[in-house]
């Protein structure tokens, strides 16, 4: 006669118990890769009026993670986009592309001299620590974007501002491991704000001259 297995209440508690402590495990695995993961944030930006124009201020928190931080500290450079664009509202269309600006940035470590060189086309500059080439990385106080005579005075304008890693410059292994590693991966929100073009003010009149006594007769 066969015999009938019978579940008891101990049984599923066990039960219940083993399948708690996987996904407990599971948990404390998945966690640290998130908070490891680095990000890029806008603190502030803004323009401002210039003799040719309107330039880009704007500050940055630039947190690499530890994957990123090791990688450059070896070697591996890192590459970064900088965009900016500026458009104005359309009822009968889509946003019209006002202006804009992308630069690409190259941070990258010599062991030789053991200096962190940040790049930006032919400029470069060399800092001592990777914390102050990424404050420099993340300030920009007056960067041109905008030429004198495209805006209208009065008229509102849609900006927006983005820092991020350029993913697509890295070597070849880690863009795979970049696919489904958090470590890999760092976020770069788009910052938006509204801007209205200043009204220049009036151009003060010179006050007439009253004629003098001779003129007078």
Known sequence: MPTTTVFTTPCWKRLLERGLRAIVLALALLLPAAANAGGIEVKQA???????????????????????????SRGVPLHFLLEFDLTRARWYWSNEHVAGRTISYRLAYNALTRHYRLSAGALHQNFDSLADALRALGRITSLPVVDKGELKPGEAYSAALRLSLDRSQLPKPFQVDAIGNKEWQMDAKVYRWQFTAPIAPAAAVAPVAAPSGDAAK
């Open 46 to 72: 803004g323009l401002k009026p210039t003799d040719d124009g309107y330039a880009l201020a704007a500050d940055f928190a630039i947190d690499l993670g530890p994957r990123f931080e090791e990688a450059v």
